[in-house]
């Protein structure tokens, strides 16, 4: 049997998720984030940061660890949720890679979590497998049906008719109260 190696990352006492979070450094290519703070001051590896954006994540098979937005990630999330004011971002899907940068410990480089110029994708699944929608996944369903229709989702889900009825906005949703 093969060893299986362990990103140095991993273990001790990290604060922030990174790279490390990325399985055999493939992309994450669906991850919601919940909400975005910014945080007067906050404790990074051990030290003291102040004035940072965090991005927290709704529960996920990756990484129960909240995400530091630096400035290139805060640009991307901005422009893919099309909105300057981050901090009103909610349950927004993105995708996570990895890319190299510049490591300010000494000059070289390193590898960063990254959120992805590229949207998020729901998993693929075959048409045999396809996953039951559930309640709990609703949020993530109406964001994915703000770019992509009702048939794309179908390809990943069977939608109970309840929960379909609540992903399609009724007439009344739309209309202005005089």
């Known amino acids: 049997?093969?060893?299986?190696?362990?990103?140095?990352?991993?273990?001790?006492?990290?604060?922030?998720?990174?790279?490390?979070?990325?399985?055999?450094?493939?992309?994450?290519?669906?991850?919601?984030?919940?909400?975005v703070e910014f945080k007067d001051v906050e404790e990074i590896g051990g030290?003291?940061?102040?004035?940072?954006?965090?991005?927290?994540?709704?529960?996920?098979?990756?990484?129960?660890?909240?995400?530091?937005?630096?400035?290139?990630?805060k640009k991307r999330l901005a422009k893919l949720a099309k909105t300057e004011y981050i901090n009103l971002i909610k349950n927004f899907p993105v995708r996570l890679t990895k890319e190299e940068c510049k490591d300010i410990q000494d000059g070289g480089t390193t590898w960063g979590l990254r959120i992805s110029k590229l949207p998020?994708?729901?998993?693929?699944?075959t048409a045999t497998h396809k996953q039951v929608l559930t309640e709990d996944r609703l949020p993530e369903a109406k964001n994915f049906l703000k770019t992509k229709s009702m048939e794309e989702?179908?390809?990943?889900?069977?939608?109970?008719?309840?929960?379909?009825?609540?992903?399609?906005?009724?007439?009344a949703d739309g209309k202005q109260g005089n």
């Open 1 to 35: 049997m093969e060893e299986q190696g362990i990103h140095y990352r991993t273990g001790g006492k990290i604060t922030h998720v990174g790279a490390e979070a990325l399985v055999d450094g493939k992309d994450i290519e669906y991850i919601v984030i919940e909400k």
């Open 47 to 73: 030290r003291k940061e102040s004035g940072v954006w965090v991005a927290t994540f709704a529960p996920n098979p990756y990484t129960k660890l909240p995400m530091v937005l630096n400035a290139t990630n």
């Open 120 to 125: 998020a994708t729901l998993p693929k699944t």
């Open 153 to 171: 989702l179908e390809k990943f889900y069977t939608i109970p008719e309840d929960l379909k009825a609540k992903l399609i906005p009724s007439e």
